[in-house]
């Protein structure tokens, strides 16, 4: 059962967004004496098929297109007038048959009402109307979405239509503006990440109380999508649902199609779970490591509480301001600390850090913009070089935090024999190993703790609600409510 229930979606969230994005646009023209006309000019998404089948897939909208206009359906364009600010919706035309084989054909006031926008009209009448709406002279301007994700590689799709020739079109503006305009999150955008996390994080709940030793890895991926949609509404996960365990957790990305969560585990084995729901094209992100036989063992607790010490360090020391590469050296620092002490390592710390040892264990990065996609855009515009060191050099964003971004914060540890053994013959970093205690835990896998942090003012709120310390964790496993039930002055579980 659940608590919670998906909460209304206020299409005022996307009207918001294209004011955002055409303040920030008109402002950029603006400062460079350019005109103020044209249109922004994006596509939306299109259903596509099963290779050559006719099974449709299961229709996730374009995230850049979700973002301005919060449409559902494929197919559709979206534009918005620069010199008025009028949104204008283009529908595909629907053939008679759609009404037998898929519902009822809407009229266009249906999505005009729907999605709040000034004008509703068909694809095959885009030339018509923009040439109709634009009050400049000349070809009208279209500004097409068109640049790099730096977090794929990929490169956006510009909007293409047959005519598309009667216009100008710029391809250079557009990306960097509207990528920026995602960073920042307004106040409607934080109530449904919020919602996101909410869900999740009763989820990940239901898992760690419904695990026991014997099942099956997709087992647990199982139950948290369930939960998710049952009580959640998110039919859409944010991404490929991680259920790893034994050896599996120390596989950063585990959880696809070559190793499809598919091992079943045993007494013993620690489990590493990465899995966030999607709600209303909003991400959550989440990890909870946790040993599957509801105890900690001491060694298996030395390396949670080092993760543990480290996502709580950055969580008290992030506010605007700061420095994300230096939150990754001060997760990786208290990291490294605490394998000294617990005798896994020897030396001295400084030198570890100067050699880059962290990334030995830690080699992805401390964590990435969230919003629309859970690799949100933004992290590495135009200014802001990426790091090239290990370790550093696999974070998604090396900017400055400021208010109102949303940012995971996911330290890990991990043994992964790729890294381990070429550093253990390294001349430089083998000095750094205790032999005799590394090899106890050479099978231990991996832990990551994961949670989602939106900066404010002042600091950060973390948005995930999970056990974190082993004792809440264990007290869960054994039957325990969550949140702790608090009566009086004392906390039960």
């Known amino acids: 059962m659940s608590s919670l229930s998906p909460p209304p979606v206020p299409m005022e969230l996307h009207a918001v967004n294209r004011r955002k994005l055409f303040d920030s646009l008109r402002r950029h023209l603006s400062s460079t004496d350019r005109p103020l006309d044209g249109f922004v000019l994006l596509q939306g998404g299109e259903e596509k098929n099963r290779y050559c089948t006719d099974h449709a897939e299961l229709f996730r909208q374009e995230s850049y297109f979700a973002y301005l206009f919060g449409v559902r359906e494929p197919d559709f364009y979206g ?89 100008e079109t710029d391809l250079t503006t557009l990306h960097p503006i509207l990528a920026e305009c995602r960073v920042i999150k307004s106040s409607l955008e934080l109530q449904l990440l919020q919602f996101a996390n909410d869900i999740s994080s009763e989820a990940h709940v239901e898992v760690m109380r419904k695990v026991t030793p014997g099942m099956k890895e997709y087992q647990m991926e199982s139950m948290f999508l369930h939960h998710t949609y049952m ?32 091992r079943t585990f045993e007494d013993g084995d620690l489990a590493l779970l990465d899995m966030g729901g999607e709600y209303h094209f909003y991400a959550s992100d989440i990890t909870c490591s946790f040993p599957v036989n509801g105890k900690f063992t001491s060694d298996q607790s030395l390396i949670y509480n080092a993760v543990l010490k480290a996502h709580n360090s950055v969580i008290s020391a992030m506010k605007p301001g700061v420095n994300w590469v230096d939150m990754h050296k001060l997760a990786e620092r208290i990291i490294l600390e605490s394998l000294k002490k617990g005798s896994i390592l020897t030396g001295d710390v400084e030198e570890m850090m100067l050699e880059r040892f962290g990334a030995v264990f830690m080699p992805h990065g401390l964590g990435h913009f969230m919003g629309i996609d859970t690799h949100d855009t933004g992290g590495y515009p135009l200014g802001v070089e990426r790091p090239k060191e290990p370790g550093l050099k696999s974070l998604r964003t090396a900017r400055d935090l400021l208010e109102g971004m949303v940012i995971t914060v996911e330290p890990g540890c991990y043994f992964i024999k790729a890294l381990l053994v070429p550093a253990m013959e390294n001349a430089k970093t083998s000095k750094f190993f205790n032999r005799e205690t590394i090899e106890r835990f050479k099978n231990i896998g991996g832990v990551r703790i994961e949670s989602d942090l939106v900066v404010t003012a002042n600091g950060c709120k973390n948005m995930t609600n999970v056990p974190r310390e082993t004792w809440e964790i264990e007290a869960v496993m054994a039957g325990g409510s969550w949140p702790p039930v608090t009566t009086g002055n004392n906390t039960t579980n």
């Not at 529908?91 to 729907?114: C, M, N, Q």
């Not at 097409?144 to 047959?162: I, Q, V």
């Not at 039919?235 to 969560?261: E, K, M, Q």
């Open 79 to 167: 534009a918005i007038d620069i010199g008025s600010g009028k949104s204008i919706l283009f529908i595909p035309r629907l053939p008679d048959d759609y009404a037998v084989w898929l519902g009822e054909i809407k009229p266009l006031s249906h999505f005009k009402e729907t999605y709040m926008v000034d004008m509703v009209c068909y694809v095959d009448e885009i030339i018509q109307v923009l040439s109709e709406q634009f009050k400049g002279s000349g070809k009208p301007l279209l500004y097409l979405l068109h640049g790099l994700n730096t977090d794929s590689g990929n490169l956006s799709k510009p909007a293409s239509f047959e005519g598309i020739e009667k216009f």
């Open 231 to 262: 009580y959640g509404g998110c039919r859409h996960c944010s991404y490929t649902c991680i259920c790893a365990t034994g050896d599996n957790s120390a596989v950063l990305h585990y959880g696809h199609a070559a190793a499809p969560n598919d």
